[in-house]
């Protein structure tokens, strides 16, 4: 089974939930951006949580079915057509072959989630299919969709589909409030530094990709003027640069940095960041570590209670 | 915390920071020395014999390895000790014999568009700039920043200059630069603000050989100057 791109939209990717054990040789997860939207789309196909998906960032893609498929739109809302009809996002919809999938601007949020059921079929590069922009690997030829690329889609071992109970994904937020945890470098910066970072409402800069998104607002300077020696970088650090104006470290980031780190995004909040757009706001609360790790634990769960069983 | 190791070399100590709710640095001194290199890569060297799946990535870096787990899978405390009983039963990095990667460079004007400058700075001859950098014999502390990155310690403290205040948007892959006291080579095209003193042909990073990287933590490196030449047969037989 084929799928034709016939508009690629803003910046379409293949991804997964990333690639790891390769971060000693400079080589970053990459994967999806929201990964929580990513496992529920393939969820509702039936398919691993893990299957390859489109990752499609502010404009979604126009995209032409050459066969009968199952598929699911999750993430941010983007106003998806099929042959000029709306279809509801976060539920299994079938395509018949021949189908034209439309998907628009997205509304709230940055990225939204095509799974198709059998998973899209690339190979994989370190264990991955996700793309690796900056190496040029993984995905679809390592790069993003362009116009008449043709994508390969996986024959489905299983079609289970599942549906989710009503309201379920009410709980998400797609921005707004981040939960974050004292970096490793947080010592390199006084009380009142921190706290001026945790009362500051920041606005995400137009220069934010995946590998890191800018933050404006109130500039924070380091306790001493020491430059740090060149570090390990974990996902979802908060880097104060020079000029005081915090760096969120995301999933194309640098594996390591010379930067201060003074916070940490909890892994129960990244999908968050990878919904927000330039000019959205953000602001960040602190949890503990353990408090972090409940969160985490509660996603968990409530990831394995949406779905009617 | 502060533990304190023994090993042959003689004590070294060693701090644990969580660094996030999923990753924790082992940090071994606050400045770069040979010692502090050879505890980080032991430490590295020793959690990837443990093929420990519960361990996603290990970042080293010039003073510390970052561990990064599966937060739902293994607690802080339980890294902290694999972290300590690794390094209470991890060889010495120093490798007797470690590998020596000779890395051909072509220091032509045309690769080179800062080594004018770097001669201008150092008070060498652009001769004498090409000489001591290739012939000193540099260790590589850790990959990082981007795939296949390999940060180089050893330079002659002669050549030391500083990286350029605005970086190029682009620089080509194979180029080799020079920041500061560091020297290195981007593997692939990528933004940078390194002094430019010559390209090699090698490809650096390959996404698809196994190891990926033409050179690992731990590797030695010899720079060879190469005539344009060379430079273009060798940039054939790799195509």
């Known amino acids: 089974m084929t799928i034709t791109v016939a508009k690629p939209g803003f910046f379409t990717t293949v991804q997964d939930l990333g690639r790891f054990g390769y971060a000693h040789l400079g080589i970053s997860p990459a994967g999806a951006a929201d990964a929580l939207s990513l496992r529920i789309a393939n969820l509702l196909v039936g398919n691993e949580e893990n299957a390859p998906v489109l990752e499609m960032t502010l404009l979604g893609a126009t995209l032409a079915f050459e066969e009968l498929s199952v598929i699911a739109v999750c993430g941010a809302t983007c106003e998806s057509k099929l042959d000029g009809i709306e279809i509801r996002q976060n539920v299994e919809v079938e395509v018949s072959s021949g189908s034209v999938l439309q998907c628009g601007s997205t509304t709230d949020g940055a990225r939204c989630y095509l799974a198709v059921q059998g998973g899209f079929d690339v190979p994989l590069v370190m264990g991955s299919a996700s793309t690796d922009i900056r190496g040029r ?5 390592g790069r993003r969709l362009q116009a008449g690329d043709v994508l390969r889609v996986r024959k ?3 079609t289970r589909t599942r549906r989710l109970r009503a309201g379920a994904l009410d709980a998400l937020q797609h921005a707004g409030q981040v939960r974050v945890s004292c970096g490793a470098q947080n010592d390199w910066f006084t009380a009142d530094a921190f706290a001026k970072f945790l009362t500051t409402t920041y606005t995400v800069s137009e220069q934010s990709d995946r590998a890191g998104l800018r933050l404006k607002g109130e500039a924070i300077s380091t306790r001493h003027a020491n430059q740090l020696l060149t570090d390990g970088i974990p996902l979802g650090a908060i880097q104060v ?12 980031q640098q594996t390591t940095g010379g930067y201060p780190k003074i916070a940490n995004v909890i892994a129960a909040d990244m999908h968050r960041i990878g919904q927000l757009r330039p000019r959205d706001e953000v602001r ?7 408090d972090a790790i409940e969160a985490l634990r509660t996603q968990e769960r409530w990831l394995k209670d949406i779905f009617i069983s | 915390v502060e533990t304190r190791f023994v090993c042959d070399a003689g004590e070294f100590f060693m701090k644990i920071i969580p660094a996030s709710d999923s990753s924790l640095l082992a940090v071994f001194g606050d400045a770069i020395s040979t010692e502090t290199e050879e505890h980080v890569l032991m430490l590295f060297h020793a959690l990837q014999a443990g093929h420990d799946d519960r361990i996603r990535n290990l970042h080293p870096g010039y003073v510390s390895l970052l561990v990064d787990f599966e937060p739902l899978a293994v607690t802080h405390q339980e890294v902290g000790t694999i972290v300590e009983s690794a390094l209470h039963t991890g060889q010495s990095a120093a490798r007797n014999d470690p590998e020596v990667v000779e890395i051909p460079v072509c220091y032509d004007a045309e690769f080179a568009p800062d080594l004018a400058d770097v001669a201008a700075h150092t008070g060498l001859s652009t001769d004498e700039v090409i000489r001591m950098h290739s012939s000193a014999t540099y260790r590589v502390c850790f990959l990082g920043f981007t795939a ?3 940060y180089l310690g050893g330079m002659p403290e002669a050549l030391h200059t500083p990286r350029l205040a605005t970086p190029r948007r682009a620089v080509t892959a194979g180029s080799v630069g020079i920041a500061g006291g560091q020297t290195g080579i981007y593997p692939t095209e990528t933004p940078g603000g390194w002094r430019l003193i010559g390209r090699t042909p090698l490809r650096m990073f390959d996404p698809q050989v196994d190891p990926p990287t033409r050179v690992q933590a731990g590797d030695h490196v010899r720079f060879s100057a190469i005539h344009r030449i060379t430079f ?3 940039i054939q037989r790799r195509s």
């Open chain 1, 137 to 141: 690997f993984g995905g679809h030829q």
């Open chain 1, 156 to 158: 489905a071992n299983q």
């Open chain 1, 241 to 252: 640069p020079q000029d005081g104006e915090p760096i969120i470290l995301f999933v194309d």
């Open chain 1, 284 to 290: 960040f609360t602190e949890v503990s570590i353990a």
């Open chain 2, 148 to 150: 296949g990155f390999a």
């Open chain 2, 232 to 234: 273009e047969k060798l």
